[in-house]
């Protein structure tokens, strides 16, 4: 049987369904994936290293002048035929769960009810002193990239402003860790979709499925060390073969 078939026959038969996305589904809609985030004028400076409490210590400037920039791209794009195939996915499968480490929010924009968002948004930025949540403008106008934008400061302790996302060494949302590691560990399909599968604790989620007994489909053009994990593997973009599977 082809592998698109296989897939859409196990996916058609599910009846609890995870999505995990990563940064390839929203490659399509002109959002960088996260290893490739640093082109143009960001390209000098390293992602890894940039994704960091220490980063945002040192140069809090450099380090909220890339995230503005981002903020203001992703408002610029639009989800692609790959999220509107997930939201497609929910519609059929109510109880489907989708978990995203992407810090966009194309799957919302594409109809996805709730989906669980491991690494943060770009859209909830919160003080680093207090905690408090604080409201941004909307990102209209476009820093240049690779330009240092100074964070504003909070109105109640003065801390500075941060991006509500996720860095490396920080811990994930409790809550939503935990609601990912059940989704996957009760569903009987979980699809892994435009992840280089690198960054844990959250590539164990696919992980966590395949032990449960679930049937693991990876959609990618290229492979991952997901493929050893995935019983399929699609190799291809996610806005060509979701609606292929969906059909
Ligand atoms: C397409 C496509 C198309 C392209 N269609 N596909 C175990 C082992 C080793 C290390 C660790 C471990 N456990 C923890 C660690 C350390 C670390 C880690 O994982 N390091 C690794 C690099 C080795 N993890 C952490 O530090 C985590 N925290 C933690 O463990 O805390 C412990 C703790 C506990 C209690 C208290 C305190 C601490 C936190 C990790 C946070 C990650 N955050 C980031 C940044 C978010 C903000 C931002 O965006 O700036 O999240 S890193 C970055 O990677 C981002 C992404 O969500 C994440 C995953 O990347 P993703 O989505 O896979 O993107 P890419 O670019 O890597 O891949 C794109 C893929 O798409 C590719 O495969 C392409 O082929 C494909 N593609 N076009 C389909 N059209
Ligand atoms: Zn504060």
């Known amino acids: 049987m082809a592998d698109i078939v296989q897939a859409a026959k196990l996916l058609g038969d ?32 390293d992602a890894q290293s940039l994704a960091t409490p220490q980063a945002f210590q040192d140069q809090p400037d450099l380090v ?3 995230y503005e920039w981002r903020r203001h791209r992703v408002s610029t794009v639009s989800p692609n035929p790959g999220h509107r ?11 489907t769960v989708v978990i995203t ?15 669980v968002h ?9 003080c680093s002193g207090c905690g408090e949540a604080v409201a941004l403008p909307p990102a209209t106008a476009e820093p240049d990239a690779g330009r240092r934008v100074q964070p504003p400061a909070c109105v109640r302790c003065h801390g500075l402003v941060r991006p509500g996302v996720v860095w490396f060494g920080e811990a994930l949302p409790e ?10 560990s009760a569903c009987d399909v979980l699809l892994t979709v435009g992840t280089s ?11 966590i499925a395949a ?13 991952t060390p997901m493929d050893s994990v995935a019983l399929v593997n699609l190799r291809g973009s996610a806005g060509r073969i979701l609606p292929e599977l969906v059909t």
């Open 197 to 207: 599968g690198m960054v844990y604790p959250a590539a164990e989620i696919p992980r």
């Open 101 to 115: 480490q992407n810090v966009d929010d194309l799957h919302e924009r594409a109809g996805s009810r709730d989906p």
């Open 211 to 223: 032990r449960a007994g679930a049937a693991v489909i990876q959609v990618n053009p290229h492979a």
């Open 14 to 45: 599910a009846r609890r369904v995870v999505v995990f996305t990563g940064a390839g589904i929203s490659a399509e809609s002109g959002v960088p994936t996260f290893r490739d985030a640093l082109t143009g004028l960001w390209e000098r400076f």
């Open 118 to 126: 491991l690494h943060g948004s770009l859209f909830a930025p919160r």
């Open 64 to 66: 909220w002048g890339w």
């Open 85 to 95: 195939a997930v939201a497609a996915i929910e519609s059929r499968v109510p109880s």
């Open 175 to 184: 809550a939503a860790l935990e609601a990912a590691a059940r989704a996957a």
